[in-house]
């Protein structure tokens, strides 16, 4: 095999792992985190796989989950809002 043929294929082993994982994690069989695993990423770069295949982040979160989660993630940016302001 060439090169080119070599990078062909491998490229789309890979689209086809995340193509299979991502369908895992659709359907609630893994997740999001076995997920990145799976595919080696990080959970910010499969957050944007997940975007790309319209696949929404929170769908596995109860609806407290999620509002814990809001809760959490405005708690810390007000403290650096805060520690912002004593700089």
């Known amino acids: 095999m060439t090169k080119a043929e070599v990078e062909v294929q491998s490229d789309a082993e890979r689209k086809a792992k995340e193509a299979f994982v991502l369908e895992l994690l659709r359907h609630g069989d893994i997740s999001a985190g076995r997920a ?3 595919l080696d990423i990080s959970r910010w770069d499969l957050s944007n796989l997940m975007s790309d295949a319209g696949i929404s982040p929170f769908a596995e979160l109860t609806a407290e989950e999620l ?6 993630a405005l708690k810390v940016l007000d403290s650096q809002d805060t520690e912002a302001d004593e700089e």
Do not use: F, Q, W
């Open 67 to 72: 509002a814990a989660e809001v809760e959490t």
């Open 36 to 38: 990145a695993k799976l």
